[in-house]
């Protein structure tokens, strides 16, 4: 009876550990990659990787001696700096020495990270850096030392356009480079902020000679715009004088009709020819003259108007 209690409890203490074995198996079968993460899974029992899927972020049931090689999706930061003692020591186009401190961002391509782990493993960040040195130092030998501080965004341009196409070749690709401060002996440095400042006067100065080009072609607008005014305005003018005298024409032509159409309803009413007329109106003409006053218009003249104002006889009394 001992016995068969004996072999019964153990059956239950193997049985209890199988369970905790299984468990414990279970839980180690999960792997998890984060949300910028993607994944080649590994299998620890055959040391190989399987390169038929890349895994995205998530929880997954991978078996037993399986897990994640993981690799990064967002941007990665690569610097060097005289704080981290890693500043790039460079040469310019005539030898001078030079410290750059230059960093980039970087992201891996996903559809080449089975390529990227083929070739590199996991060192690929290193094989990185060892390029973007190779890059900055092959570009900085192309420029004089003075090119770096006053044509260093065209510098940047040409380190960028090699970087990416560098990257490209090693599956991934260049997102922002930065050339940072770049440090000179202190001689050279002085002599680059002459030659700077040189610059920046000349510079200045070519600025205020077209700032006067543009002053004078403004003065030249104005009185350009001046002269068309005073065009305008004197042919308004003239326009305006044109049709005063030719409403004073009008009007005396019709003055002039009208006094003739008169005389011709006058004839026409005493049933006189144009001599009768002119002697009707010489009568009356005497007659005013015979009742004047001799005193007072002794030294007067009277004219004697045939139209209504102009004078075709003057009789002087």
Same mark, same amino acid.
């Given at each position: 009876?001992?016995?068969?209690?004996?072999?019964?409890?153990?059956?239950?203490?193997?049985?209890?550990?199988?369970?905790? #074995?299984?468990?414990?198996?279970?839980?180690?079968?999960?792997?998890?990659?984060?949300?910028?993460?993607?994944?080649?899974?590994?299998?620890?029992?055959?040391?190989?990787?399987?390169?038929?899927?890349?895994?995205?972020?998530?929880?997954?049931?991978?078996?037993?001696?399986?897990?994640?090689?993981?690799?990064?999706?967002?941007?990665?930061?690569?610097?060097?700096?005289?704080?981290?003692?890693?500043?790039?020591?460079?040469?310019?186009?005539?030898?001078?020495?030079?410290?750059?401190?230059?960093?980039?961002?970087?992201?891996?391509?996903?559809?080449?990270?089975?390529?990227?782990?083929?070739?590199?493993?996991?060192?690929?960040?290193?094989?990185?850096?060892?390029?973007?040195?190779?890059?900055?130092?092959?570009?900085?030998?192309?420029?004089?030392?003075?090119?770096?501080?006053?044509?260093?965004?065209?510098?940047?341009?040409?380190?960028?356009?090699?970087?990416?196409?560098?990257?490209?070749?090693?599956?991934?690709?260049?997102?922002?480079?930065?050339?940072?401060?770049?440090? #000179?002996?202190?001689?050279?440095?002085?002599?680059?902020?002459?030659?700077?400042?040189?610059?920046?006067?000349?510079?200045?100065?070519?600025?205020?000679?077209?700032?006067?080009?543009?002053?004078?072609?403004?003065? #030249?607008?104005?009185?350009?715009?001046?002269?068309?005014?005073?065009?305008?305005?004197?042919?308004?003018?003239?326009?305006?004088?044109?049709?005063?005298?030719?409403?004073?024409?009008?009007?005396?032509?019709?003055?002039?009709?009208?006094?003739?159409?008169?005389?011709?309803?006058?004839?026409?009413?005493?049933?006189?020819?144009?001599?009768?007329?002119?002697?009707?109106?010489?009568?009356?003409?005497?007659?005013?003259?015979?009742?004047?006053?001799?005193?007072?218009?002794?030294?007067?003249?009277?004219?004697?108007?045939?139209?209504?104002?102009?004078?075709?006889?003057?009789?002087?009394?």
């Amino acid at each position: 009876m001992y016995v068969r209690n004996e072999i019964h409890l153990g059956f239950k203490v193997l049985f209890a550990c199988a369970v905790l #074995v299984g468990v414990i198996l279970f839980s180690v079968s999960f792997d998890t990659l984060a949300p910028t993460q993607v994944g080649l899974v590994y299998n620890s029992n055959l040391v190989e990787v399987s390169r038929g899927r890349v895994y995205n972020n998530g929880r997954y049931f991978l078996g037993v001696g399986l897990s994640f090689i993981k690799f990064p999706m967002d941007m990665r930061l690569v610097e060097f700096t005289a704080a981290k003692g890693n500043a790039v020591a460079a040469w310019s186009k005539e030898g001078q020495a030079l410290s750059i401190e230059f960093s980039f961002y970087y992201r891996l391509e996903r559809d080449k990270i089975v390529d990227l782990y083929a070739r590199y493993g996991k060192d690929y960040a290193d094989r990185y850096e060892q390029i973007a040195l190779a890059v900055i130092k092959g570009s900085s030998v192309q420029y004089t030392a003075d090119q770096f501080f006053s044509d260093r965004l065209l510098i940047n341009t040409n380190v960028t356009d090699r970087l990416r196409l560098r990257l490209r070749e090693e599956f991934a690709t260049v997102e922002l480079v930065n050339m940072r401060q770049i440090t #000179v002996p202190a001689r050279f440095d002085a002599k680059i902020l002459d030659k700077v400042v040189t610059v920046q006067q000349q510079l200045t100065a070519e600025n205020e000679k077209n700032i006067s080009i543009g002053r004078a072609e403004i003065d #030249v607008i104005r009185g350009e715009g001046a002269a068309q005014v005073n065009l305008t305005l004197s042919r308004a003018n003239a326009d305006r004088s044109l049709l005063v005298a030719q409403a004073e024409a009008n009007g005396l032509a019709a003055l002039r009709l009208q006094e003739s159409m008169s005389y011709q309803m006058l004839q026409a009413a005493l049933g006189m020819n144009a001599t009768e007329l002119l002697q009707y109106r010489w009568a009356q003409l005497a007659n005013r003259l015979e009742s004047s006053n001799q005193d007072d218009q002794s030294k007067q003249t009277l004219q004697y108007v045939v139209g209504f104002d102009a004078p075709l006889i003057t009789v002087k009394t």
